[in-house]
Nanobody, 122 residues
Framework: QVQLVESGGGLVQAGGSLRLSCAAS????????TAWFRQVPGKEREFVSA????????VYADFVKGRFAISRDNAKNTVYLQMNSLKPEDTAVYYC???????????????WGQGTQVTVSS
């Protein structure tokens, strides 16, 4: 059974940093794309960043460029999202996802984690 488990969310002041982790189990994701999305109540799930597990293209939403960085640790089968210079508008539930192709749309991903809350206070 494939599982993606996020961790690392929490409460942080504006300007602070958090690192989210997404631990994958149940299969190898070497041929998959992994992505981070976020969602606030009443709004659609929003693309944040994505990369192929093995490297290649790395893409970011415009609103996080220069502040967030996606990376992975093969040995731990884990993808990370380093978030710096956080703003109150970054407050959301953050989800990791995995799918066969790198897409900006949530519908392109087969596997999802349960989400982790990030709250940025002003």
């Amino acid at each position: 059974q494939v599982q993606l488990v996020e961790s690392g969310g929490g409460l942080v002041q504006a300007g602070g940093s958090l690192r989210l982790s997404c631990a994958a189990s149940g299969r190898t994701f070497s041929n998959y794309a992994t992505a981070w999305f976020r969602q606030v109540p009443g709004k659609e799930r929003e693309f944040v960043s994505a990369r192929y597990w093995t490297g290649g293209n790395i893409v970011y939403a415009d609103f996080v460029k220069g502040r967030f960085a996606i990376s992975r640790d093969n040995a731990k089968n884990t993808v990370y999202l380093q978030m710096n210079s956080l703003k109150p508008e970054d407050t959301a539930v953050y989800y990791c996802a995995a799918g066969r192709w790198l897409r900006r749309s949530p519908s392109g991903y087969e596997y999802w984690g349960q989400g982790t809350q990030v709250t940025v206070s002003s």
